[in-house]
């Protein structure tokens, strides 16, 4: 049975994955083509008492290159992914669950596809896109601890948003 | 042509400091890198510069512990330092600007607001804070 806050977390990695590649001019939809191969993945980890897990993108070096905007450094597709768990880690904790993010891992291959993870406990959000460079797939695994789960509304206002500046 | 200022870059991500090298060098920038919190306290010991910017996590000396000990450097007491993270949360935010950072901005971020920031910091022009983007 899933997760009371599955559907919560699924809209979450969704709204947050459009947001970060509409970013950097690289707009994503539905994934509609036939062709799904990707080449490149980036995998990221977080951890807190509430919940824990893993965020990967995996997608082809044209999307790399349209979101960098000229030839993109290999480390680029981590960056993405540790700002689009950024984007999900400030949305968790204004749920009332904080969680820490391990450096970014990117992984080149010839044919890299990821698949959900369906041990007893671990559920996953995987999302399909496609942007005029090519396919793009989020795939988001989360653990919560028994018990646990994020608040219903957004009470907790104890982060900063995404892009958001201070001088002190 | 260089504006005779020079900004250090610490960041541990080579993407993100081609990004800054590129735009702050275009803006007449001198500017040095450093990948680590414990080489970014080492070059600012050695060199003065007109601003720092700085990532949060990176490995066993973080930014914040790098700006904690840079601002004991003479010299470096009053620099500009800007912490550029995708770290939200505003219990860390509030260190920061405990440990000595100037300005806090959450990734993404506009270059070109960025480099006006740097601007405004290193007194090059009136007036700008780093903008919300």
Known sequence: ?168 | MTNGKRVLIVDDSPSIRQQLRVCLRGAGYQVDEAVSGEEGLQVAERSPFDLIITDVNMGALDGLGMIERVRRVPGHVQTPIFVLTTESNRQVVSRGREVGATAWIVKPFKIENLVAAVDKAVGRTESAAPPRQ
């Not at chain 1, 990821?114 to 653990?143: K, T, W």
Request: glycine residues 8%.
């Open chain 1, 1 to 168: 049975m899933p997760h009371k806050d599955s559907e919560t977390i699924s809209n979450l990695v969704d709204a947050n994955s459009s947001a970060l590649f509409e970013n950097y001019n690289a707009p994503i939809g539905a994934a509609t083509s036939k062709d799904r191969t990707t080449t490149i993945a980036a995998i990221i980890g977080y951890s807190g008492r509430e919940l824990s897990g893993s965020l990967c993108i995996t997608t082809v070096p044209e999307v790399t290159q349209k979101t960098y905007g000229g030839e993109a450094p290999a480390d680029w597709l981590g960056e993405l992914a540790n700002q689009l768990l950024g984007r999900l880690k400030t949305d968790f904790a204004k749920r009332g669950a904080e969680v820490y993010i391990t450096t970014p891992l990117v992984l080149k291959g010839y044919r890299l596809e990821v698949c959900a993870n369906e041990e007893e406990g671990i559920e996953s959000v995987l999302h399909d896109y496609d942007s005029d460079e090519g396919p793009v797939r989020v795939m988001f695994q989360y653990e919560f601890k028994p018990g646990a789960g994020l608040s219903p509304t957004q009470y907790v206002e104890d982060s900063m948003d995404v892009s958001e500046a201070i001088l002190f």
